[in-house]
């Protein structure tokens, strides 16, 4: 059998197509409520596709990640709430449309855009990153090392303010991971005589506590502050933009895609970024720049089409080298690896009919992620007003159920409580979640490099790094990823003051 | 009035302390095993050092806004108490019945009144679990006394 027959095979069975949908309304409606994040929502839902064909539970992962870009903005556009920060930019001019009335309208704009960014960003993944994967079969321990750590610094120098509160979480998260027994000299570290230390922390219910139970009790401190009550304008008229309007927003679209595309591929710059320069390069290139921010789809356009386009992007460094991009796709490298798939060459070798099926499926996952805006977008508008009084509750139960389902073991609940609470005091202290879960997952990796290169090196490890080419770079980028905070906010205020 | 030290002062400290203990313990590790751990101790601890520099320059330049952060609040920690409670009698009551029991207990923390939304809340959740894992994961939810 050929491989596309494969393909289409592992993709169009009702148990892909059903994880799909779910997926997509899933993220969509994650998204949609502000304080939930797609990462959260990836985290709750990873212990589902345990038990999933990869293909299915990889597809819904990633379905759910670009769904809730676009679900953030449905909030961004109605009710003026981003319910992504990468939905910021698209609430200047979305929220201006619905008050004059067109909320419709400014949904239908985004659907569209957010639908092609999307595609466009699927196809880029599919062509540019078999190539790219060519480069990890050049990877030996000190390269692993080294990326690791980069990808450490990455996450750790762009979640939060504070570069070193950043880099500390990364580190709290190495210390983490060396719990267990060591596999070279079976010694049990850190296990404190406990047993069930001895297999290490499992990742999947630390996971789960760090980034959902955390969230759910930094909403309930709000609990009691008047909730405001949005109101949402009549949605009338008609969702699909004319002809006309398409056409004109045609070439805002492909460029927006092209530097979501870019940086997503960039590590660390993630969805808020790519909107915030679309909507300036799109309002360089206008004829009519004071036009942006009175309630113009060019300003839906291009955020939405760059914001959805990332998402695409930031699968290319995950699948190819393993490093994650921002803290959601540290959480899908999580929930690649409770596959069995290591990112690297052998995804698009070995593994290739998963591979493929999943950017394939990706791909699919944005066009369903129209029909149903287009069909459903003024529903789910709604979902934005369900009160925390309920969702709080489901929230915690599938964080009970999602940790205790991965081994059927309660000590997993009692791990992730732990892991919550070590979330909770972790973000209201300025540190970031997203490092210490990387670290979890990289730890070990960078500690086989780390022991391998001592003995290959035999002793004198800085020159042995030195002649090697690709640690050259990768220790160039890593200072760059340090540096690159400073440069990042500056660009930030800058956008931000424009606007 | 005497200056509140800020929370980073204490974080640090925490740190270096915890780095220092868990170093100590790398002394009955074989030698390739501690190596690692003892880098990443040492990393912990330095950055440990900075947020402690970092916390006490906070506190010369008073800032209120920073001070004022409550780490302790109420309803959060309530939440986590009626968590801790709901998790420890899972083994007892079963999951189902543990899980009622914290969604009835959860809502009306959350001032949630309205008796139809509750029952409404509870079942949907409760039968979703049980559609989603039990019957289509095969995955063996405690059972406790009751049910």
């Not at chain 1, 086989?448 to 800085?462: A, C, D, E, H, P």
């Not at chain 2, 095993?33 to 330049?61: E, H």
Request: hydrophobic residues 50%; aromatic residues 10%; positive net charge.
């Amino acid at each position: 059998m050929d491989v596309f027959t494969i393909i289409f095979e592992k993709i169009l069975n009702l148990h892909t197509l059903l994880a799909l949908l779910m997926g997509v309304v899933g993220g969509m409606i994650i998204g949609g409520l502000p304080g939930l994040s797609a990462t959260m929502g990836v985290a709750l839902l990873i212990p589902l596709t345990f038990g999933m064909d990869p293909v299915a539970g990889l597809v819904m992962l990633t379905a759910i990640y670009t769904a809730a870009v676009y679900g953030g903005s449905i909030s961004a556009i109605l009710v003026h709430t981003p319910g992504t920060p990468a939905s910021a930019a698209t609430a200047l001019d979305g929220y201006k449309l619905t008050l004059k009335g067109e909320g419709m309208k400014a949904l239908g704009v985004s659907t569209v855009s957010s639908v092609i960014g999307g595609f466009f960003s699927g196809l880029a993944l599919l062509v540019l990153a078999p190539p790219l994967s060519l480069i990890s079969l050049k990877f030996n321990a000190p390269e692993y090392f080294l990326i690791a750590i980069f990808g450490l610094t990455i996450i750790g120098s762009l979640v939060t303010e504070s570069l070193i509160k950043g880099l500390a979480a990364g580190v709290l998260g190495l210390i983490a991971g060396l719990v267990g027994v060591d596999i070279l000299t079976g010694y049990p570290r850190y296990t404190f005589g406990l047993s069930v230390l001895e297999s290490g922390i499992s990742l999947i219910p630390a996971m789960i506590g760090l980034f959902s139970l955390s969230q759910a009790l930094m909403q309930a401190e709000e609990l009691g502050s008047t909730n405001k009550k949005q109101v949402i304008n009549e949605l009338k008229g008609r969702v699909l933009p004319k002809w006309k309007e398409f056409k004109s927003i045609i070439p805002t679209i492909i460029r927006s895609s092209i530097i979501g595309i870019f940086v997503g591929i960039l590590p660390g710059a993630g969805g808020d970024v790519a909107s915030w320069v679309s909507l300036n390069e799109a309002k360089r290139f206008s004829k009519k720049p004071e036009k942006f921010g009175t309630g113009c789809i060019e300003g839906i356009a291009a955020p939405e089409a760059a914001n959805n386009a990332v998402t695409g992007g930031a699968l290319i460094p995950l699948l190819t080298l393993g490093i994650p991009g921002s803290s959601t796709t540290a959480v899908l490298l999580g929930g690649l690896i409770i596959q069995g798939l290591i990112p690297g060459r052998e995804l698009f070798t070995t593994y290739a009919n998963i591979t493929y099926s999943v950017i394939i499926g990706f791909i699919l996952a944005n066009i369903l992620m129209g029909v149903c805006g287009l069909l459903g977008a003024r529903y789910f508008a709604k979902v934005t007003k369900v009160s925390k009084a309920i969702l709080t509750p489901i929230i915690i139960v599938l964080c009970v159920v999602g940790s205790y389902a991965i081994r059927n073991n309660i000590v997993d609940v009692y791990l992730m409580v732990v892991f919550g609470v070590i979330g909770y005091f972790m973000r209201k202290t300025g540190f970031h979640p997203a490092p210490v879960v990387l670290a979890l997952i990289l730890g070990p990796i960078a500690e086989n490099g780390f022991r391998q290169s001592i003995i290959l090196s035999r002793g004198n490890m800085l020159s042995y790094f030195f002649s090697r080419p690709i640690c050259i770079i990768l220790m160039i980028l890593i200072v760059l990823a340090v540096l690159s905070p400073i440069y990042m906010n500056k660009f930030k205020k800058a956008n931000m003051q424009q606007d | 009035m005497k200056k509140k030290l800020s929370h980073d002062v204490y974080i640090g400290i925490l740190m270096i302390i915890f780095s220092v203990f868990m170093y100590l313990k790398t002394g009955d590790m074989p030698k390739g095993a501690a190596t690692f751990p003892k880098l990443v101790l040492t990393t912990f601890a330095f950055f440990g050092f900075l947020i402690f520099l970092g916390g006490m320059k906070k506190t010369k330049n008073f800032n209120t806004k920073e001070q004022n952060i409550n780490l302790f609040q109420k309803n959060p920690m309530s939440v986590l108490l009626i968590v801790v409670i709901y998790v420890s009698m899972i083994n007892l009551l079963g999951f189902f019945t543990s899980t009622s029991l914290f969604i009835i207990a959860l809502m009306l923390f959350f001032r949630e009144r309205r008796i139809k939304t509750i029952v409404l809340t509870l079942l949907g959740v409760d039968l979703f679990i049980y559609l989603l894992f039990v019957v289509q994961l095969n995955v063996f939810l405690p059972r406790g006394l009751l049910f």
